[in-house]
């Protein structure tokens, strides 16, 4: 935040949530990406700051030659991976800054030693809750920490997303472990002690000196989480809470291991298209 700004809880529209995480992630792209790079990697798939990744978990199945769709892709990390493993993946986002960053990697990975690796087949700029792709289109849809939690309206989200989604095909998608939104964000002791109300759906709210939201994140509880999945017509195969990986001793925001090795940081949502 800059100094004239302010964090307030309060209700925020879709629209005013949309445009303030447009130009947030614009703007943080390039040091997002270089902060985050050693634990994010370039061509992994993560599901959560902890560090667990899909190569430990395999929540999406075999992806040979599968449709792959990643929403809320930042600079398309996961993306890169299922090409890897032989789909043909899509990355979108809100950010046109995240997706160019995206795109820088895969132009170094060509000339690098990645020479050859494959990526995302198509770059795309569109807000989730408005996917420009036809019915039925994928074969799997997921999203690591991406749009779910800086939309006002998730459950349009995961209708659009089950819209674009083959019957029969499985969604995944991680967030911020509701439990976390009960405790102040930062890594040590002090993030250990309840400070606010689990119930509070209240939106965080970073505001400039008008009072213009300039960044925004949604909380919702585990049941609102589940409501919203089978009221988009899918079916809840499992919930996944990783623990703190036993090699990561980094930390990331309020994620660390002290807390980790406490409470969950992270809820994985894995879901079937019927």
Known sequence: MGPAETVARRSVGQPESAAANR???DGEASSYYAEHRTVLGDAALMWGPEG????DLRLLGDLTGRDVLEFG???AQGSRWCAGQGA???ATDISAGMLAQGRHVDAARRLGEGAG???PSAYIQCDAARLPFAGDAFDVVFSAYGALPFVADSAEVLREVSRVLRPGGRLVFSVTHPIRWALPDVPGEAGLTVRSSYFDRRPYVEQDAQGRATYTEHHRTLGDRVREIVGAGLT????VEPEWPDQADHEWGG???LR???VPGTAIFVCRKQ
């Not at 667990?52 to 190569?55: D, Q």
Request: proline letters at 4%.
């Open 88 to 90: 043909r993946a899509v």
């Open 52 to 55: 667990v990744y899909e190569t």
């Open 236 to 239: 809840l195969l499992d919930v």
């Open 260 to 262: 980790g090795e406490l």
């Open 117 to 119: 690796a494959p990526g």
């Open 255 to 257: 994620w660390s291991r």
């Open 73 to 75: 892709a930042g600079a």
């Open 23 to 25: 130009s947030w992630w």
